[in-house]
């Protein structure tokens, strides 16, 4: 990304630590990047201003939540007008079960993550998304197990 010419080592240290724990207060950062904490608080200001930081979350344990089931679905519209796409994207992302959404190349054209708490749950929601527009094909892979799950990104110091 052209962003990431304009980052310093210390903005991609400062990265690298909010993205594994948002919840460290600035002195801490700022101690671990070796500023005071006016600068590091400033830095952190521009990131999120330049939009680099889009928002500071907590990560939450799906399983604890009740939401047991994760399902990748692929799927093959029917209709490929710019109006219809934008209405089922717009649809789809509004769409509480799903986490992802991607619109892909290939075989298909959309890839979703969808969690859900159990098969029942998942056939509802499945139900809603075939009524949303005229699809060709839904193919649904359940997970049986997470072997990893990141949300911090790899960020070359």
Known sequence: MSENRHLDQVDKRILQIVQKD??????????QVGLS???CWK???KLESNGIIRRRIAVLD???????????V?????DHTTESLLQFADRVAAMEEVMDFY????????????VVSDAAA??????????????KNVT????????????????SA
């Open 37 to 39: 904490q006016t600068p």
């Open 43 to 45: 830095r952190l200001q």
């Open 140 to 155: 649904s892979h359940f997970a049986l197990e997470n072997i990893k799950a990141e949300t911090a990104f790899p960020i």
């Open 22 to 31: 948002a919840s460290l207060s600035i002195g801490e950062i700022a101690s």
């Open 74 to 78: 692929s799927i093959k519209i029917g």
């Open 122 to 135: 998942f056939d509802d929601f499945y139900k809603k998304l075939i009524a949303l527009n005229p699809l």
């Open 103 to 114: 619109r892909v190349a290939g075989d298909v054209d959309y890839v979703l993550r969808v």
């Open 62 to 72: 799906p399983i604890k939540l009740g939401l047991g089931m994760t399902v990748f």
